[in-house]
């Protein structure tokens, strides 16, 4: 009886182990592949959203500039006109 429970105490003893080894496993492909994924993304040139963020800001600041230019110069234009005609 004896050799009995040192057969399931190793056996036990070696699925905790493979249970262990496995883990480790898991943890380590998941860097990897993280590691792979943040490569593939820096060599494609994406923007952070924080940069998206910034320029889509600065675009609707400059629309916004053109507008009120465009506002100023059809008011100027009328006044040219005017004085003319």
Do not use: C, H, P, Y
Request: hydrophobic share 45%; aromatic share 4%.
């Amino acid at each position: 009886m004896q050799t009995r429970n040192k057969f399931l105490d190793d056996i036990s003893q070696l699925m905790t182990n493979a249970m262990g080894v496995a883990q480790g496993a898991k943890t380590e492909a998941e860097t990897a592949m993280k590691s792979l994924v943040d490569r593939w993304m820096a060599d494609r040139d994406f923007v952070t959203r924080e940069e998206f963020d910034a320029v889509r800001a600065m675009a609707q600041k400059a629309r916004e500039e053109n507008e009120a230019l465009k506002a100023r110069l059809d008011a100027l234009e009328a006044a040219a006109a005017k004085k003319k005609g």
